[in-house]
């Protein structure tokens, strides 16, 4: 398996609300998260960070995991309780009420990737040179072209862009979107903030993963890409690819 993390402010934020990482397990399974934080004076760092922490610590300390079933799960159980951990640290300080943060996370099993998603951080598959968006965005414009109300192109501009329906820290109690795919060598997984998947069209994300680079040199040029396009907010990158020969290792 290779993996390659990248984050950047980006060209007009102050600072870098992004967070995430590569993270193994006591198995050597990994764990790749994209967290991307908001709301707050500066709260939006330690909404990502809290959350890409404590989802990390809790992996790691997975010894036993047999399926893809049992990971959803996991997921499932530790995103709810990161998401209280937010919550209440919110409640303990007053700077910090209103934070929140997107969550969009992946594990590779036994020839499968599970991902987990919170918010409109995306994840995207390239599989035999095709692109697909694995995640739905949950935000107030997306809901509103998925009724049909407006299309995707006035989503783009849209003055309600930025409101999410779904997101670590807002609630008590929080929805996790799971998905379960096969996945193949030379198949390639793209967690990213919106501050790329805003930047870059979907012909643009597909031609850099089906380039020859590699995998270093694609999340390079990701993020100068997305800073070329504007950077109008921080750029967080994360690919994975499965190698050419490797098995799938089981969790358990």
């Keep these: 398996m290779h993996a390659e993390f990248r984050t950047d402010r980006g ?27 908001m709301g707050g004076h500066r709260a939006g760092d ?9 989802l990390s610590e809790m992996w790691q300390e997975v010894s036993e995991m047999q399926t893809a079933a049992q990971i959803e799960v996991w997921f ?21 009420q209103g934070m929140g943060t997107t969550l969009v996370a992946a594990i590779f099993s036994n020839s499968q990737i599970i991902v987990a998603n919170v918010g409109d951080s995306r994840g995207y598959l390239m599989k035999n040179g095709v692109l697909e968006q694995l995640t739905e965005d949950h935000s107030l414009v997306n809901e509103l072209v998925r009724k049909g109300e407006i299309s995707k192109e006035a989503a783009q501009n849209h003055p309600r862009k930025n409101i999410l329906l ?5 609630e008590g109690n929080v929805e996790t979107d799971v998905f379960i795919l096969p996945f193949q060598p030379k198949d390639q997984l793209l967690l990213c903030s919106d501050g790329l998947s805003n930047m870059l069209t979907e012909q ?8 020859k680079r590699t995998l270093a040199e694609k999340a390079d040029i990701f993020i100068s890409k ?14 994975l690819e499965r190698n050419l020969g490797e098995k799938g290792r089981d969790a358990s």
């Design 11 to 37: 060209k007009i934020r102050n600072h870098n609300e992004d967070n995430g990482g590569i993270f193994e397990n006591k198995l050597g399974n990994p764990l790749v998260i994209v967290a991307d934080g």
């Design 204 to 211: 643009e994300i597909e031609a850099i993963l089906t380039s």
């Design 76 to 96: 499932r159980e530790a995103i709810q309780a990161v998401n209280a951990e937010i919550v209440a640290h919110a409640k303990q300080e007053a700077t910090l």
């Design 46 to 54: 330690v909404a990502s960070e809290m959350a890409v922490r404590l």
């Design 166 to 170: 779904r997101a670590l820290g807002i």
């Design 226 to 239: 997305a800073n070329a396009n504007g950077g109008e907010d921080n750029i967080t990158v994360l690919l």
